[in-house]
């Protein structure tokens, strides 16, 4: 069977590793733009690396009249220990060498103000009663927060009240590294072909029920035939779902966000002082994957400060490509999905277009309002994130992502951003399944896939205190993430 995916980021090549490795017959190309694997969103500073496990992100836990909902807090948790068992998997086959390649045990909290304080109590007390968050630690004491986050404290004034949660087992991940060395494995040992800097034209379905890819490579045309074909090009997987000319199609389309963040390189003695990640609350307006955070990032054996994100409005796709692709996009029945978009979330495009012009003066005083004195401790250079698509469906601005795949099995894809690569494994597990629905009957896949993922089921993750925490122990020990 001839498998193409579209997009060498993290979701295309995990959604490869996973079919080829449970179906090795599977003849599989995988068709990228740029001229690496992992290069546009994917790539190490064009995200924030954040393993988003819900530990310090208040979007994940919506209120409503002082009552806190945490069902997206424990499904988001659940996927993202998923994904830590499959990258344990992945270890323990010699695929990764080392995991401190690209995962890093890494503080994750929580920061806020005194008008958010008993809103911080409210969400730990929630969270704290449920076995994945039991060990969450709460404080408002100066020192307490100094001692856990010291670079947000340091220039605060004493009087200013504080809170904060801290959950000292959280991560940073590097997912450009992760999936390059997916990539390569593939390459070189599972037969898989990766056509680099290769653009995709079109995309149909031929009268015998295949796919056909038309692409330019350089200026020469070539053409893929697909028995499936699946799309993780990110934002570029919105034009060509309208190109496959599948109904559904029509529901949907792409309102673009981009960002920028504030970079700066530290030494070890400060990554080791100030090991987290630390997130506080959004502005008003702004869309969820706003949240204001500093970050320790941790890449090719080097240490950075990353904070933002800075959030943008510009009519493309994904970073580095033009306004006339996404102009392509749109079709005529798109246009008042769009217009409604601009009428119903007018506060967000309002603060889209406000933070587009800020400049960098305005930039670094937002980073001291965050973390007083921050913006003269270091050098801080502005650097653009990748391109973020977040999803309108039937007229409606929505934040998730979405899997689509067709009646027929034949076409999958995933649309959307927040929280993205750090559930990559989870989500490609179940784009998979839909796909190829016949290898959960194969002795042999279901062996395979046996020894990738512990335990897949999200509910027995959830419902199972005891499943959770066994599984944890054991893919975190392998991972390096606790002892």
């Not at 068709?31 to 530990?55: C, K, M, P, W, Y």
């Not at 695929?95 to 730990?124: G, M, W, Y």
């Not at 673009?256 to 003695?269: Q, Y």
Request: proline share 4%.
């Amino acid at each position: 069977m001839d498998v193409v995916i579209i997009g060498a980021g993290i979701m295309g090549v995990t959604f490869a590793n996973i079919a080829k490795t449970m179906d090795p017959n599977l003849n599989i190309t995988i068709i990228e733009r740029l001229d690496q694997a992992a290069g546009s969103n994917s790539s190490v500073f064009n995200n924030a690396g954040t393993g988003h496990e819900a530990n310090c992100e208040l979007n994940y836990t919506p209120v409503d009249e002082e009552v806190i909902s945490v069902e997206k807090a424990l499904t988001i948790h659940a996927q993202f220990n998923v994904a830590k068992q499959y990258w344990a998997y992945l270890v323990n086959q010699k695929i990764i060498d080392d995991p401190a390649t690209f995962i890093h045990p890494t503080k994750h909290c929580t920061l806020v103000n005194e008008q958010s304080i008993n809103l911080l109590h409210l969400r730990h007390k929630e969270m704290t009663s449920h076995h994945f968050f039991d060990d969450m630690q709460l404080s408002e004491d100066f020192d307490q927060i100094k001692e856990w986050i010291p670079l947000t404290m340091e220039g605060r004034s004493r009087d200013q009240k504080m809170a904060a949660t801290l959950v000292d087992h959280g991560t940073d991940v590097n997912y450009e590294s992760v999936t390059q060395q997916i990539a390569e494995h593939m390459v070189k040992e599972q037969g898989v072909r990766i056509e680099y800097s290769t653009h995709v034209k079109r995309v149909h379905k031929s009268p015998s029920g295949s796919w056909l890819v038309e692409c330019l490579q350089g200026q020469e045309p070539v053409q893929f035939r697909a028995d499936k074909l699946f799309v993780g090009a990110g934002g570029g997987a919105f034009p060509i779902l309208k190109a496959s000319h599948l109904p559904v199609g029509k529901r949907f389309s792409g309102f673009p966000v981009g960002g920028r963040f504030l970079l700066a390189k530290i030494d070890e003695e400060t990554a080791k002082r100030y090991n987290a990640k630390t997130y506080g609350k959004a502005a008003v307006g702004a869309p969820p994957m706003s949240v204001p955070h500093l970050d320790l990032r941790a890449a090719d054996g080097k240490h950075y400060l990353l904070f933002g994100p800075f959030a943008t409005f510009s009519p493309i796709l994904e970073k580095g490509r033009g306004l006339l692709e996404f102009l392509r996009m749109i079709h005529l029945h798109d246009i008042p999905n769009l217009l409604n978009v601009a009428k119903e979330h007018f506060p967000l495009v309002s603060y889209l277009f406000k933070e587009t012009f800020k400049g960098e003066s305005a930039m670094l005083a937002t980073l001291d309002e965050f973390a007083p004195g921050l913006s003269k401790k270091f050098e801080w250079e502005i650097v653009q994130a990748g391109q973020r698509v977040q999803i309108i469906k039937d007229g409606d601005l929505q934040m998730g992502t979405e899997i689509i795949v067709s009646e027929d099995q034949s076409y999958g894809t995933l649309l959307g951003a927040s929280p993205g690569a750090s559930v990559s494994p989870e989500v490609m597990l179940r784009v998979v399944q839909q796909m190829f629905p016949k290898l959960s009957k194969k002795q042999e896949s279901i062996e395979v896939f046996n020894e990738m993922f512990i335990e897949s089921d999200l509910d027995k993750l959830i419902d199972d205190a005891d499943r959770y925490r066994d599984v944890r122990q054991k893919i975190d020990k392998t991972l390096g993430i606790r002892g």
